[in-house]
């Protein structure tokens, strides 16, 4: 059990879209940043959800570095994934690209480092 930080609350989502940044600072080399995808909620044809956790140097993310994947988000679940090791970036946002034919998800997405 962490303390984390909701980077996109529970919602349904029919298209790809970036969350807000969050400031989390950067992590040392002993820290770990973790994802944790709860999904309530999955309709469509081959519906798919992949999530990529980016972090960059500002709120604008204008050079995203990816840190995590959480691939084939696919039905009702919770989906993790963590990293260890240092990071200068401060900022992180989940960015979602969603497939499939009329695909809709619901899912709330929350970003820890401990």
Same mark, same amino acid.
């Given at each position: 059990?962490?303390?984390g930080y909701?980077?996109? &609350?529970?919602?349904?989502?029919?298209?790809? +879209?970036?969350? +807000?940044?969050?400031?989390?600072?950067?992590?040392?080399?002993?820290?770990?940043?973790?994802? %944790?995808?709860?999904?309530?909620?999955?309709?469509?044809? /081959?519906?798919?959800?992949?999530?990529?956790?980016e972090?960059? !140097? @500002?709120?604008? %993310?204008?050079? &995203?570095? /990816?840190?995590?994947?959480? @691939?084939?988000c696919?039905?009702?679940?919770?989906?993790?994934? !963590?990293?260890?090791?240092?990071?200068?970036?401060?900022?992180?946002?989940?960015?979602?690209?969603?497939?499939?034919?009329? &695909?809709?998800?619901?899912?709330?997405?929350?970003?820890?480092?401990?």
């Amino acid at each position: 059990l962490v303390r984390g930080y909701v980077n996109l &609350p529970l919602s349904t989502k029919t298209s790809s +879209t970036n969350a +807000t940044g969050l400031q989390l600072g950067a992590l040392s080399s002993t820290q770990t940043l973790y994802a %944790f995808v709860h999904v309530t909620a999955v309709s469509g044809t /081959t519906p798919d959800l992949d999530i990529v956790i980016e972090s960059d !140097s @500002s709120n604008a %993310f204008s050079t &995203p570095i /990816t840190q995590l994947t959480l @691939s084939n988000c696919n039905s009702v679940g919770s989906y993790t994934s !963590s990293l260890t090791g240092a990071n200068t970036d401060t900022w992180y946002r989940a960015k979602l690209t969603i497939a499939g034919t009329s &695909p809709s998800f619901t899912a709330l997405i929350a970003l820890a480092v401990v």
